[in-house]
């Protein structure tokens, strides 16, 4: 998979995208990260990319000619499942969507900057837009180092027991179950017995069972979905 990310501070991409489970599948080849300077299209001395809205509305806009450019650039090097673009007022990230996307083969992720990008942009390039949530960032490149992070842990070797991501919570559409690991008392607080019993079908329900209550208690609107 191939993850193209257009930034006007790609600097900030830098160490998210380059440690822990994202980094070490860009290591082993099975994952693509390229991020890509808006102002290499920006104008003048100074690479301008941005300007006043038309209006008279307070803050500066993304040009729609370097977001253009940079695009088509991209876009006659190879084919992209999908133009994403990082956005307050896209569809609300989850987890099927990150499923969805890890199937894909080439991926452009646009991040909006200062009040957004020129809509021009947006009603005639991007195919997708996403949010990764109901308030407002400084820019797109936190919530697009999320969204790579989200699908790139899905691809086949990326983490070494693949079937750690298949357990994780809302893959079911429920928040996972309580874990525990050694010792089994801390501090008079035990690990529940039949996570010691050694029995996998009791395990197993135990499990279900956590599951279910915790998303009833804690997001019950996941239950509604």
């Known amino acids: 998979m191939r993850i193209d990310i ?5 600097e900030l991409l830098e160490s998210p995208l380059g440690h822990s489970i994202v980094g070490r599948a860009i290591k082993k080849g099975i994952a693509e990260i390229h991020v890509h300077n808006l102002r290499k299209y920006g104008k003048g001395p100074r690479q301008q990319v941005d300007d006043y809205s038309y209006g008279g509305d307070a803050g500066m806009i993304l040009m729609v000619e370097p977001v253009y450019m940079m695009i088509e650039e991209l876009k006659a090097e190879r084919q992209y499942d999908e133009i994403i673009y990082m ?16 199937l894909k083969e080439n991926i452009i992720i646009l991040c909006g900057h200062y009040k957004g990008i020129d809509h021009r942009i947006r009603e005639h390039i991007v195919t997708r837009e996403i949010s990764v949530g109901d308030y407002v960032l400084s820019g797109g490149e936190i919530p697009a180092a999320m969204v790579a992070d989200a699908i790139i842990r899905l691809l086949p070797g990326a983490i070494s027991d693949e079937t750690s991501a298949l357990s994780d919570s809302f893959q079911d559409g ?52």
Not at 89 to 100: H, M, P, R, V
Not at 176 to 188: K, M
Not at 206 to 220: G, H, I, N, S, V
């Open 87 to 102: 956005s307050p007022d896209g569809e609300i990230f989850n987890q099927g969507t990150a499923n969805e996307l890890s």
């Open 6 to 10: 257009i930034s006007v501070v790609p």
């Open 174 to 225: 429920l928040l996972s179950a309580p874990v525990y690991t050694r010792p089994a008392e801390f501090n008079g607080w035990k690990v529940p017995d039949v996570l010691l019993s050694g029995n996998p079908k009791l395990i197993r329900a135990w499990q279900d069972e956590q599951a279910l209550e915790r998303t009833r208690r804690l997001r019950p609107g996941l239950l509604e979905d």
